[in-house]
């Protein structure tokens, strides 16, 4: 087995990338007790992966997968790349769809390896986010449409051999590269499985775009946590997905526009690699409306939690709207949730 065929540890994963930045070090786990209490629930913890390198926990998938389909080409081990001593010449284009978030990370890939970079932008993509990718040395194509459509063209370019295809997302449920993406996000499990501490969690609310992140954290805390040990996975009422991949039983095409306060989680596709992960352990699916999508960043700052964006904080949203349903997780209840980036600028 060839050093990059290697299956990927959490341990190896952030150890290769804490050589790019210091920011890849262990986010924070922090207690909510206010918060909690105003909620009526036991405990509230929160990681909050607005503190990691490049603001979100899309760092840890994109990079990592990045840097992994470089090596795998090269037929070199990733941590040849970083040195520009070791580093093969003649590197591909990594090619990516984004909503902002995956192609900067891909791009920081890309930049570590000295490789190019194009990004697939699709047209509701903010300025903001954009100007941060191109900053990181990529180039952006613009695609108008959704971020499906965006995808589209990513496979597209990759197919007619423009590059390296760094996707979050696939049909292909065995697909090696969205599978590095979601070892990445795993890093995210391994660490509240180290920093938590009895009595452990016993609710696990994670946000879902695509699904990539909802199924590595379902499938990493699968076995941690204490009973009823009941995780649910929350997205936005107007691009919700992955609810409807698990009640289909198969991946499934939205149709629409897919706007959403909740920008990142804009998708109309779930991923064939997450839903294999997320089916068997049936979390239950939570969609969840726009006002209580922009509510929760607000609520969550307010009882000191981290500043974040609707996106961020959608698992958050996800648990508000069970107890606006009257579905409150109970008193006794211990909830963890992952609020994954830090508000911009």
């Known amino acids: 087995m060839a050093p990059n065929d290697t299956p990927p540890s959490p341990d190896r994963i952030a150890g290769l990338l804490g050589r790019l930045d210091p920011a890849y070090a262990p986010t924070p786990l922090r207690s909510l007790p206010a918060l909690a209490e105003k909620l009526g629930i036991a405990a509230l913890w929160v990681k909050e992966e607005g503190a990691r390198s490049l603001g979100s926990f899309k760092s840890l998938g994109g990079t990592y997968a990045g840097l992994r389909a470089l090596a795998r080409q090269a037929g070199v081990a990733p941590e040849a790349l970083l040195d520009p001593a070791t580093r093969p010449g003649g590197l591909p284009a990594l090619l990516c769809a984004s909503d902002g978030n995956h192609g900067l990370a891909v791009a920081a890939a890309a930049r570590a390896a000295g490789a190019p970079c194009t990004v697939f932008l699709h047209s509701g ?131 629409g526009a897919l706007h959403s306060v909740a920008e990142m989680l804009s998708c109309g596709e779930a991923s064939a690699p997450a839903l294999a992960l997320l089916q068997p352990r049936a979390p239950r699916a939570v969609a969840v409306p726009e006002a209580r999508l922009a509510e929760a960043p607000r609520l969550l700052q307010e009882f000191g939690g981290p500043a974040s964006t609707p996106s961020g904080a959608t698992g958050f949203a996800g648990l508000l709207q069970d107890i606006a349903e009257g579905h409150h997780p109970g008193p006794q209840a211990r909830v963890i949730l992952v609020i994954s980036e830090r508000a911009l600028a």
């Open 125 to 255: 993509v903010p300025q903001a986010r954009a100007a941060r990718i191109t900053a990181m040395g990529a180039a952006i194509t613009w695609i108008q449409g959704t971020y499906d459509d965006a995808v589209d063209a990513a496979v597209l370019a990759a197919g007619k051999g423009d590059g390296l295809l760094v996707a979050d997302t696939a049909l292909d449920p065995a697909d090696p590269v969205v599978g590095d993406v979601m070892a990445g996000y795993g890093v995210i499990a391994a660490e509240i499985r180290q920093q938590a501490s009895e009595p452990y969690p016993t609710h696990l609310y994670i946000q879902a775009g695509v699904g990539g992140l909802a199924a590595a954290m379902v499938a990493g805390l699968d076995g941690f946590l204490a009973a009823p040990a009941a995780m649910a996975v929350a997205e936005p009422a107007e691009a919700a997905s992955v609810g409807a991949a698990l009640a289909a039983g198969r991946v499934l095409r939205l149709p």
